[in-house]
C-alpha cells in the first residue's frame, strides 16, 4: 500500500540528500516519479544538496494542486509510481491535503521532506499538516551540530551575525556564511538558541577570537518581552 512519509529535522540533517538518493534508487529499480520543490537555496525548479549534488524538479507556487497535475499526469498515459516533494515546510495545508489525497485514492507513494519548526520555533503551516496527516512521520537520524558540539535542535536566523526572532515566517537564505547584513541560518541546540548565542556573538565574547566561549555565564538567557 502506497504511504505519505514526512522525512523531517533541522536543517544540514540530510534531508535534501536523502531525497536526492530516494529518487536515485527508485529509479535504478525501473520506478518512474516526480521531483518537486519549493525555494530551493539553488534556485528554481532544481532540487540541491549541499554536498554538491542536484537535479532538476518541478517548482511547486502556491497555485499547484498536485490533484490535478497528477491525474493529468496519467490521463496523459504517463506512468507514476512515486512523488519526492523537498521543502514540504512550504507548502500550502491544502496542497498537503491533496498529496494524502494521491496517496489514498491513486496508490502513489509519497515522500515529503521539510524543516518542521522556524526560525522562531514555530510550525510551518505544511509541517504542521504534515504530522497530522502522514502514515509516518520520520525523524532523520544525521545529527545536524551546534557550534557548541551538541546535537542541533533549532534553527536560528541570523542578520548581521545576530540572531533574531522576529520577521517574515520564509525569507530564503543559507546556513553559509553571509555577507554582513544578509540573511543566513545557523542550527543550535536548544540552550544557546535560549540564550540567543549563535557562532557569531559566541566568538564576539570569547576572550580568544579562535575560542569559543562555553561557559554559560557569559551568555546570560535575554529578558522576554
Not at 12 to 24: F, I, N, R, V, Y
Not at 121 to 126: A, E, M, N, S, W
Not at 194 to 212: C, E, F, Q, Y
Request: hydrophobic share 45%; proline share 3%; net charge negative.
Amino acid at each position: 500500500m502506497a504511504e505519505l512519509v514526512f522525512f523531517s529535522g533541522t536543517m544540514d540533517c540530510g534531508k535534501s540528500t536523502l531525497a536526492l538518493q530516494m529518487g536515485h534508487n527508485h529509479s535504478a529499480r525501473g520506478r518512474i516519479g516526480l521531483i518537486f520543490t519549493k525555494f530551493d537555496r539553488m534556485g528554481e525548479s532544481v532540487l540541491s544538496s549541499r554536498l554538491g549534488l542536484s537535479m532538476t524538479a518541478i517548482e511547486v507556487t502556491d497555485d499547484l494542486d498536485f490533484w490535478e497535475h497528477i491525474v493529468g499526469s496519467l490521463t496523459r498515459g504517463l506512468r507514476v509510481d512515486y512523488l519526492i516533494c523537498d521543502e514540504a515546510q512550504f507548502y500550502r495545508p491544502e496542497q498537503i491535503d491533496q498529496l494524502a489525497r494521491i496517496v489514498d485514492e491513486l496508490d502513489i507513494d509519497v515522500h515529503a521532506f521539510g524543516i518542521t519548526a522556524d526560525f522562531r520555533t514555530q510550525l510551518f503551516p505544511g509541517s504542521k499538516r504534515l504530522i497530522e496527516l502522514a502514515d509516518r512521520v520520520q525523524v532523520l537520524q544525521v545529527e545536524a551540530l551546534c557550534w557548541c558540539g551538541r546535537k542541533a535542535t533549532h534553527n536560528a536566523r541570523i542578520i548581521g551575525g545576530v540572531m533574531v526572532v522576529e520577521g517574515e515566517q520564509v525569507v530564503v537564505g543559507d546556513t553559509a556564511a553571509a555577507t554582513t547584513g544578509l540573511v543566513e541560518y545557523e542550527v543550535l541546540c536548544r540552550r544557546h538558541y535560549m540564550r540567543r548565542m549563535n557562532s557569531h556573538s559566541a566568538r564576539a565574547a570569547a576572550r580568544d577570537a579562535d575560542i569559543l566561549p562555553f561557559d554559560l555565564d557569559i551568555c546570560p538567557v535575554p529578558p522576554t518581552a
